[in-house]
């Protein structure tokens, strides 16, 4: 177990954390704002996975630029899945909305499931096995671009809700939902707005991941509970806390992986997750509410 | 007699001789459909009556299911020994969570999520014990399928039914004492507002944690017979989170809070899902999937057109009380 080893690992790790996050980011705005947790995010990242390995196999295109249209398509979904379905569980019991959302994911899994079978795709482009040398150390080139993309799109997500108007008004309704309504704002707009918005980090972090690894429809559950994980840990509502919760698991799962064994490695996250809810249920980086 | 007596005896009547007049297929439906009442009708105690959200119900039965099979499995001793260890176990382990979630002002959504880490964690875990069998199982002895042998709860179908129909009916006439009762009352005061509830005096934190060791200890049952049922175990089976969302779906779809809706509910989704594979597979559609897909879509509709479930406006309709 050499120290280059553990590096190499900690760097993908840590890449890898870094698309995950972007993933996790888009549950924690959609928590954040519209307080309803989208027990069905793993779920529609498989779509996005599938929609950039289809792009991929009709037409080459590559799965960053297949990003375009997927992301599109998924703000348009998002938009009415909120619009359509969920805004009129706002005011409904926890339990009520978490049985929409999960017959949801049932119905997403099983079409891709009916639709493209059980077994796994995959994309393979010319740079995926290419990587940059620093003296011992390697890193694929794939994961770091895919990893900068999730930067670039976590960074122009937190631009929008810093800077432009919508984006403050969408933190409006976040930080007091009555208020919003009485100043004016069209909450139930804002909310739909925002669930398109989370969609779109889930079909940028999907389309990024199918570089990474190989997609099925039984990934769906996996990486909802993931992202749930992650956000968690990172403090959900928080945008910060989740690509830090992100890169945190990534890394300690990489970990996991290398020094306990690869089966046990989601047992970290899980175990984690307890120890952060216990502690600071409000997560690292979460106020306290 | 009043209505609702009434119609309650002809229902157990007809579950009472159902096995005579049933194949083993119908037969095997039915005992499936009151192993997810009963085990509804546990989640319900939690969720329903107090307020709790518990998302990892599974980790109560493969508790159960693993404390009595493990005790057969290695030193042959029966389930009836297995039992009380089972229920003590899962209800201490409810203690444990509830009293950490619950000290640390965890609620919500984020109790929810705990209830799941927990699952999954113990999941991995029993994964990763060699003791249990690991990934790959374990499997109980079975020496005969013919003659009745209740010491070693081994017998025809119609035994395993009826066990599951007194456990059914136990835990339906349990819970309405349990509504009646000052617990009912208090956890019904927690449900609707927690704070008010302190307020008035009631010791909320010892009272939740009330629900739940009985809603695990009750879960726990669901689980021994799960294992001398089914006789073999996977960890991936029994903990798996969509085991937990099955328990769940029976109370969601019948009528949360209520005492007759998860067994509607169960027996409904059952139905629903054995009818659908049916169907698909006499149309010749039986495509891997769709039969989830019209699944997710049947319980869409019921949790977006019947907020309360299927119970509540049934109810009504045959002229009793909610």
Not at chain 1, 172 to 182: L, S, T, W
Not at chain 2, 41 to 46: D, E, F, L, T
């Amino acid at each position: 177990l050499s120290f280059d080893l553990v590096a190499n690992v900690i760097i993908a790790g840590f890449l890898t954390g870094l698309v995950y996050g972007l993933m996790a980011l888009g549950l924690s705005v959609i928590f954040g704002v519209v307080r309803v947790v989208n027990f069905a995010h793993g779920e529609m990242m498989t779509v996005a996975m599938y929609a950039a390995t289809l792009l991929f196999a009709k037409f080459a295109l590559d799965p960053f630029l297949a990003i375009a249209p997927v992301a599109v398509v998924f703000f348009i979904l998002g938009y009415a899945l909120q619009a359509g379905l969920i805004n009129p569980f706002i005011t409904r019991p926890e339990h009520s909305q978490f049985m929409l959302l999960v017959a949801v994911g049932m119905i997403v899994i099983n079409g891709l499931l009916m639709a493209f079978g059980p077994d796994a795709r995959s994309v393979q482009v010319d740079y995926q096995l290419d990587s940059l040398e620093f003296g011992e150390i390697l890193v694929d080139k794939a994961r770091l671009y895919a990893a900068g993309v999730a930067v670039v799109t976590a960074l122009a997500l937190y631009g929008f809700f810093r800077f432009s108007l919508t984006g403050k008004a969408i933190r409006a309704c976040a930080d007091n939902h009555f208020a919003a309504k009485v100043v004016g704002l069209d909450v139930k707009r804002l909310y739909a707005l925002t669930f398109g918005l989370g969609s779109v980090c889930v079909a940028v972090a999907g389309c990024a991941l199918t570089l990474l690894i190989d997609v099925t429809p039984s990934l769906g559950p996996y990486y909802t509970l993931l992202a749930f994980v992650i956000v968690i840990v990172g403090g959900l509502g928080s945008m910060v806390g989740a690509l830090v919760g992100g890169v945190l698991i990534g890394v300690s799962e990489a970990l996991a992986g290398l020094l306990i064994a690869p089966s046990a490695k989601s047992m970290l996250s899980f175990g984690l997750l307890i120890l952060v809810l216990l502690i600071r249920p409000q997560g690292l980086f979460g106020r306290k509410s | 007699m009043k209505r609702p007596v009434v119609l309650l005896v002809i229902v157990v009547a007809l579950a009472l001789v159902f096995p005579w007049l049933a194949g083993p297929y119908a037969l095997s439906v039915g005992t499936l459909i009151l192993y997810f009442a009963y085990t509804t009708q546990a989640w319900n105690v939690m969720m329903g009556f107090a307020g709790q959200l518990s998302l990892g119900h599974s980790l109560y039965v493969g508790i159960g299911a693993y404390a009595a099979g493990a005790l057969y499995y290695h030193y042959e001793i029966g389930p009836w020994a297995g039992l009380p260890l089972a229920i003590a176990l899962a209800a201490l382990t409810g203690v444990a969570i509830g009293f950490l979630a619950f000290r640390f002002g965890v609620s919500g959504v984020y109790f929810a999520l705990l209830t799941i880490a927990f699952a999954e964690f113990t999941r991995i875990g029993f994964d990763h014990l060699s003791w249990t069998g690991g990934p790959g199982g374990m499997f109980l002895k079975v020496e005969q399928r013919e003659t009745i042998d209740l010491l070693h709860f081994r017998g025809p179908p119609a035994l395993y039914y009826y066990a599951m129909l007194a456990l059914a009916v136990g835990a339906l006439a349990f819970c309405s004492k349990l509504l009646g009762s000052r617990a009912g009352y208090y956890w019904r005061a927690i449900r609707e507002n927690e704070d008010a509830a302190q307020a008035l005096g009631i010791h909320v934190f010892r009272w939740k944690l009330l629900a739940v060791a009985i809603s695990a200890g009750m879960t726990a049952i669901s689980g021994v017979f799960f294992a001398f049922y089914y006789n073999n175990l996977f960890p991936e089976q029994i903990f798996n989170t969509s085991r937990s969302i099955e328990i769940i779906l029976g109370s969601v779809i019948g009528g949360v809070g209520t005492l007759f809706g998860p067994i509607v509910g169960a027996a409904v989704l059952i139905l629903l899902s054995e009818g659908v594979t049916e169907a698909l597979a006499a149309l010749g559609w039986a495509i891997p999937g769709s039969k989830q897909v019209i699944y997710g879509v049947v319980l869409l509709g019921v949790v977006v057109f019947l907020p309360h479930g299927i119970w509540p406006p049934l109810a009504r309709r045959l002229g009793l009380r909610t």
